[in-house]
């Protein structure tokens, strides 16, 4: 059975940081491509970042390109998403998720995605 736990979420200001965290179990996250979405209230969940299940490649969305950065501890068994720069239009429930699949290119889409966390919310005040 695997487990995500996303954790690190809170209320910030504009131009602040935040570090996400997504705490794997079940499944180990070096040979494991994961990816953060992202879902504002009353919106749809859009993809944010990701990278491919040998680390090799990340890929961002165009809104969170040059201010977050995706990353894993392998030791940790633990996928980080860094947020800098935040701003209002960032706030949202953030989810971490897991790909089984060995696609050397990062996958964007919910479907691509087997697991899921169980969110955090993000509220970046102006």
């Known amino acids: 059975q695997v487990q995500l736990v996303e954790s690190g979420g809170g209320l910030v200001q504009a131009g602040g940081s935040l570090r996400l965290s997504c705490a794997a179990s079940?499944?180990?996250?070096?040979?494991?491509?994961m990816g953060w979405f992202r879902q504002a209230l009353g919106k749809e969940r859009v993809f944010v970042a990701g990278?491919?299940?040998?680390?090799?490649?990340?890929y961002y969305a165009d809104s969170v390109k040059g201010r977050f950065t995706i990353s894993r501890d392998n030791a940790k068994n633990t996928v980080y998403l860094q947020m800098n720069s935040l701003k209002p239009e960032d706030t949202a429930v953030y989810y971490c998720?897991?790909?089984?699949?060995?696609?050397?290119?990062?996958?964007?889409?919910?479907?691509?995605?087997?697991?899921w966390g169980q969110g955090t919310q993000v509220t970046v005040s102006s």
């Open positions: 990278l491919t299940w040998s680390g090799g490649s990340t």
């Open positions: 079940g499944r180990a996250v070096s040979n494991t491509a």
């Open positions: 998720a897991a790909d089984r699949s060995r696609s050397t290119v990062v996958a964007r889409t919910i479907g691509s995605y087997d697991y």
